[in-house]
């Protein structure tokens, strides 16, 4: 909340600098991933079911093919990174 991130160039990817989370957030706000999920199915631990951080990764994955986001392993693990940073806070190596 406490600062704005301006990314100019949306289409080129850029790995210059941008940490895993800035790329996680754009891959995720750009994919419409929200238009069945809410805040709630990442962030309520009641309705969650991810336990781990694989677990959310693994998630992400299949739902990206369902969905035909064409994301590379290495996007895929930018956005759980993002998830997980965002609303589960599980440790990265689990
Ligand atoms: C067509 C609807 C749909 C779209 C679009 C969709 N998902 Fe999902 N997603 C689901 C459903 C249904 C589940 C629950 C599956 C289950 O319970 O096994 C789920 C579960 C998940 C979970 C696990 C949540 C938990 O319980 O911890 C994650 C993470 C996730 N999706 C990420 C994504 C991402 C990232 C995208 C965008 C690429 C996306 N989803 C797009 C339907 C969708």
Redesign the pocket.
């Given at each position: 909340m406490t600062r704005f991130i301006t990314i100019a160039f949306s289409v080129l990817f850029c790995t210059c600098g941008y940490a895993d989370m800035t790329k996680g957030k754009k891959l995720?706000d750009n994919?419409?991933?929200m238009?069945?999920?809410n805040v709630e199915?990442?962030k309520d631990k009641k309705?969650?079911?991810?336990k781990t951080f694989l677990?959310?990764q693994g998630?992400?994955s299949?739902?990206?093919i369902?969905?035909d986001?064409q994301?590379f392993d290495e996007d895929e693990h930018d956005?759980?990174v993002y998830?997980n940073k965002k609303y589960?806070h599980f440790k990265e190596k689990e």
């Open positions: 995720f994919a419409k991933c238009e069945c999920h199915d990442f309705i969650r079911k991810s677990q959310i998630r992400v299949a739902c990206q369902e969905n986001a994301w956005v759980a998830l589960y």
